[in-house]
């Protein structure tokens, strides 16, 4: 109630400063309204470098959000959502996207590969700047998945670069198999997103994959395709 | 007015320290592997001259014991001798996969570093370990990874025969009940005998048999094994 009281005292005073401005105007010959300046918008950009640094593990493309501080994509221990299933599964990114939490967000341009690096850039609103989070699946796997778990950039100066790195996550909701048509990347040319969860269903650090030659007979996984932590390397900068 | 006469002298004498401020730290703990258990934890505050364990020295016998048994009696008795602070299986029994425990609550008094030990299981000797980890002076919340090393004080012979006194060969127990039988032991005759990063463990796919007793499917690991989150007020 008092709210609204506030509410119309401010809109009255509005009503009048207009009028006073109007009649001022005609007093005037020249017709020009000068329209109040909008306030600046002050935008911040933000580059983040990702470099792959698996031997043959492929990585989909890859989602860069801005969110709160409050948020976070995914919790160790914690189940994880259709969204990042989705996305340790199959690559997709589209649910993480619209999650609500997300308040922009831009996607790599395709299929990162081992060795290489690709730039994403990010332009917010000042008031905007929270945090940031990056997630792209490891394709020749069930559900391993890497990337940035909500990393803080608001204090962030201009040309002052963070570098650090990150390792492999395992989503929890599908089996490591490793088995003929349960994964999604060249080395299978499988199945990804799967509803059935047939795992721990908690986020946790991969175990790493066995592949065909260290005695998973299923596995039509090779040596190359094993991976150790650190799988990414990122560099963030604020570049405005 | 004198007490800040008094603190500006003790100030510019170099005599007000940092280290003697007591600090009440929160710690949590989350066992970060795909099937591994962690026994009762020992979370430490310590000074900076303490460690539980030296990477590339050989163990002591309390560490040995910590990591072949998940006896963490003589590490703590030997924190408190030298002064820490200790908090002693907070999770009271098991921390499994994926599980956590909070808000460990530790007043530090005049100590300035973490350490925290546990034995993972089924292993033979492989322990997570942070080794004394400067305390932060600036309130605020910290994360630290942690890796698991090999106590370097028993061959990694995969095999669940309820070995868990120090000098006895094999692993206690797999507590999540998914440990296999009969295996003919995992030999290559190494012998590392300081303490290093665990190699992980190999394991197979074979119950009731094979070279190894561990379910290469459920028991391995790639480092970091656990999360440390540290809350100084």
């Given at each position: 109630m008092k709210t609204t009281d506030i509410k119309l005292k401010t809109s009255l005073l509005g009503l009048?400063?207009?009028?006073?401005?109007?009649s001022g105007c005609g007093n005037d010959d020249d017709d020009v309204v000068v329209a109040p300046a909008p306030p600046v918008v002050v935008m911040q950009t933000f580059t983040v470098t990702v470099t792959n640094l698996t031997a043959n593990q492929p990585m989909s493309p890859m989602i860069l959000a801005a969110h709160s501080a409050e948020a976070s994509l995914w919790q160790a221990g914690e189940k994880a959502s259709v969204a990042i299933e989705k996305m340790a599964e199959g690559g997709d990114t589209a649910d993480i996207a619209a999650l609500a939490v997300i308040e922009s967000s831009v996607n790599g341009t395709g299929m990162l590969m081992p060795g290489m690096s690709?730039?994403?850039?990010?332009?917010?609103?000042?008031?905007?700047?929270?945090?940031?989070?990056?997630?792209?699946?490891?394709?020749?796997?069930?559900?391993a998945f890497t990337g940035i778990n909500s990393y803080h950039i608001a204090e962030m100066e201009v040309d002052r670069p963070q570098m650090m790195k990150?390792?492999?996550?395992?989503?929890?909701?599908?089996?490591?198999?490793?088995?003929?048509?349960?994964?999604?990347?060249p080395a299978d040319g499988g199945e990804g997103f799967h509803a059935a969860r047939d795992d721990v269903d908690f986020v946790h650090i991969h175990p790493g994959v066995i592949t065909m030659y260290d005695g998973l007979a299923d596995s039509v996984l090779m040596p190359s395709h094993r991976f150790d932590n650190p799988v990414i390397a990122v560099t963030i900068t604020r570049t405005e | 007015m004198k007490r800040s006469l008094v603190n500006a002298s003790l100030l510019a004498a170099g005599l007000f320290s940092l280290s003697t401020q007591a600090a009440d730290i929160e710690v949590s703990v989350t066992n970060l592997t795909h099937g591994?258990?962690?026994?009762?934890?020992?979370?430490?505050?310590?000074?900076?001259?303490?460690?539980?364990?030296?990477?590339?020295?050989?163990?002591?016998p309390a560490l040995q014991k910590?990591?072949?048994g998940g006896d963490i009696a003589d590490l703590n008795t030997a924190v408190i001798g030298a002064n820490g602070i200790t908090s002693t299986n907070p999770a009271m029994g098991l921390l499994a996969a994926g599980a956590s425990i909070n808000d460990v609550m530790l007043d530090t008094g005049d100590n300035t570093h973490l350490s925290i030990v546990a034995m993972?299981?089924?292993?033979?000797?492989?322990?997570?370990?942070?080794?004394?980890?400067?305390?932060?002076?600036?309130?605020?919340?910290?994360?630290?990874?942690?890796?698991?090393?090999?106590?370097?004080t028993e061959a990694n012979d995969e095999i669940i025969n309820g070995g868990g006194m120090s000098g006895v060969p094999g692993i206690p127990v797999a507590p999540g009940g998914n440990g296999g039988a009969n295996g003919t032991g995992v030999m290559d005759g190494a012998d590392n005998m300081y303490v290093h990063t665990h190699p992980g463990v190999l394991g197979d796919t074979d119950p009731m048999g094979?070279?190894?007793d561990l379910d290469s499917r459920i028991h391995r690991w790639l480092n970091p094994v656990a999360k440390v989150v540290v809350t100084v007020k």
């Open positions: 009048f400063v207009a009028t006073t401005l109007l690709e730039t994403l850039t990010l332009t917010l609103a000042q008031a905007d700047v929270a945090n940031i989070s990056l997630a792209t699946m490891l394709v020749n796997t069930n559900d990150y390792m492999a996550y395992d989503a929890g909701t599908e089996a490591n198999s490793e088995a003929k048509g349960t994964m999604p990347g | 591994n258990h962690f026994t009762p934890l020992l979370i430490a505050a310590h000074t900076r001259d303490s460690h539980l364990f030296h990477v590339g020295e050989m163990a002591t910590m990591a072949e993972v299981l089924p292993t033979n000797d492989a322990f997570i370990g942070l080794d004394s980890w400067k305390i932060p002076t600036e309130a605020g919340t910290y994360t630290v990874y942690v890796n698991a090393y090999d106590a370097g094979g070279a190894s």
